[in-house]
């Protein structure tokens, strides 16, 4: 079965610092992997996914992550945050033609700070 | 916009009562989803529809059963509530079609109480 790690529960960071917020995924087949940010009493709005092709995708908002299948990992990254930028963010997976369900990471807290 | 609407969008329950939760969609998915949100644990799915009719269960499906009578529509019901099922929950679509997958689409949720 899949599953998805998310290894900081919480991260802060000052306004303009660069941040990396960490997911690895373990699963026995190929995934499909997915970012989403949830503001404060929220939905989820989907950053951006991992299908197949080039290993570094960007997303909306500056946002950009990089899979990599060796170490089963989809890091996601921005160089320089904004207080806009506080939220939760979730990583997510779901095995490639199998199962149709959506598997997420318990969710890391980004909090910007001025 | 995927077009998903939840309602209600609050809700505050008996210990015991029967409670079912709605999702609409106007876009003709095959797919959607139930997933509740609690704090520590993440996303987890309670049960899902692949087509009308057709259901399967997540990792957390007891003490809720769904429906799905109609494309549009996928209902979530709680039998008999309990304290453990105070939580938001979210439906999901799967946006997809013979050449693309934009991924899933999810409500705003519902933020259940159960006193």
């Known amino acids: 079965a899949q599953s998805v790690t998310q290894l900081d529960s919480q991260v802060p960071v000052f306004e303009e610092a660069p941040v990396e917020l960490r997911c690895n995924y373990s699963s026995s087949v190929s995934v499909y992997l997915f970012w989403y940010v949830q503001y404060p009493n929220q939905g989820l709005q989907l950053l951006l996914k991992y299908l197949s092709g080039s290993t570094l995708v960007k997303g909306i908002n500056g946002f950009e992550a990089e899979f990599n299948k060796s170490q089963t990992s989809f890091h996601l990254r921005k160089p320089s945050v904004h207080i806009s930028d506080t939220a939760e963010y979730f990583c997510?997976?779901?095995?490639?033609?199998?199962?149709?369900?959506?598997?997420f990471g318990k969710g890391t807290k980004l909090t910007v700070n001025p | 916009d995927a077009g998903i609407t939840q309602s209600p969008r609050h809700k505050v329950t008996e210990t015991g009562t029967p409670v079912t939760l709605r999702c609409h969609q106007t876009e003709n998915h095959r797919y959607m989803y139930w997933y509740r949100q609690d704090p520590g644990h993440g996303l987890r799915l309670i049960h899902y529809?692949?087509?009308?009719?057709?259901?399967d269960k997540g990792e957390v499906s007891d003490g809720y059963s769904v429906s799905r009578s109609k494309t549009e529509d996928f209902l979530l019901t709680l039998e008999s509530a309990t304290s453990s099922q105070t939580s938001v929950y979210f439906c999901?679509?799967?946006?997809?079609?013979?050449?693309?997958?934009?991924?899933?689409?999810f409500g705003s949720g519902t933020r259940l109480t159960v006193v």
């Open positions: 529809s692949y087509g009308v009719k057709d259901t």
């Open positions: 999901a679509i799967r946006d997809m079609g013979l050449r693309w997958d934009y991924g899933y689409t």
């Open positions: 997510a997976a779901r095995t490639q033609g199998g199962s149709e369900k959506l598997v």
